[in-house]
């Protein structure tokens, strides 16, 4: 399993959701470009010391990690976490090789993602909320991922 960032725009949450994927032994895949400096030493910063023990794959666009999915085998699935899926992340079938993606915090994914996308996916909420944080929908799937496939302890 995997978690994908598209374009983040936020570093702190960015950083959060390095720190979930560290802990729970799950790579990540960083789409470019990023609305905030991706050097090493502010990148570092954002990461904390969680960095060294996460596995970070950076793409410059959307269209470089397509090709890397294209030549995993097998191919994994392409799991997006929107607001707009009719599916819950309760009710949806995970593998233990999908790829889940997390949009931008302030505009999510452009249609053509929506499009690219295996299956879509969304956490049940109350009526007239909008959103949770990213890393909090993030922490909240990717959990259930790892219960459905037995992938909890990488």
Known sequence: ???????????????????LAACLGVAVDLIGP???DMSDRSFRRAGLDYLDRVEVARHE???????RLAAAR????????STHADATHIG??????????VGRESAGVPE???????????IPMREGLRSLNVAVAAAMVLGEALRQTGGFGG
Do not use: K
Not at 4 to 10: E, F, V, W
Not at 62 to 67: G, M, V
């Open 1 to 19: 399993m995997r978690l994908a960032l598209y374009q983040p725009d936020i570093p702190q949450n960015t950083g959060t959701m390095l720190r």
């Open 34 to 36: 990023a609305g905030f």
């Open 61 to 67: 666009s959307f269209e470089q990690f397509l090709e």
């Open 74 to 81: 097998p191919t994994p699935r392409l799991v997006l976490l």
């Open 92 to 101: 949806h079938a995970f593998r233990a090789d999908d790829v889940l993606l």
């Open 112 to 122: 053509h993602v929506h499009a690219r996308a295996d299956a879509r996916v969304r």
